[in-house]
């Protein structure tokens, strides 16, 4: 079970299947994410604002939850919307999220490059 989760969670995602970035409602940046790890990475390029927007209607639970299948990982970065964070502080603490999580199912750390 744990390692189909796993591989679930890890797997890359067609196109449509994608997290794209947004800043606002039709305001698209051009960034988007086919994996957990590639969603991990775009946390540290993408504009803040984009994180705010998604994290506060609920967008990357949702995807967490029902594309990558990673429940887990959904119900840690909803505990971080009821903390109400703004700017690099939440830049960080959601990446220090998906990166222990990538980390667990992966079994070695994630090295950015």
Not at 6 to 14: D, I, Q, V
Not at 45 to 51: A, E, F, G, H, R
Not at 58 to 86: C, H, M, P, Y
């Amino acid at each position: 079970m744990k390692e189909e989760v796993n591989s679930k969670t890890l797997r890359t995602l067609p196109r449509e299947k994608a997290f794209y970035f947004f800043t606002s409602i039709g305001n698209y940046t051009g960034e988007s994410a086919t994996s957990l790890k590639e969603f991990m990475e775009k946390i540290n390029q993408v504009n803040v604002k984009s994180l705010e927007f998604h994290l506060y209607r609920g967008d990357f639970g949702k995807w967490i939850t029902e594309v990558l299948e990673d429940k887990k990982l959904a119900e840690d970065i909803g505990k971080l919307q009821k903390a109400n964070l703004l700017g690099d502080h939440l830049r960080n603490q959601l990446h220090a999220i998906v990166s222990r999580r990538y980390q667990q199912l992966t079994g070695s750390p994630y090295v950015m490059r």
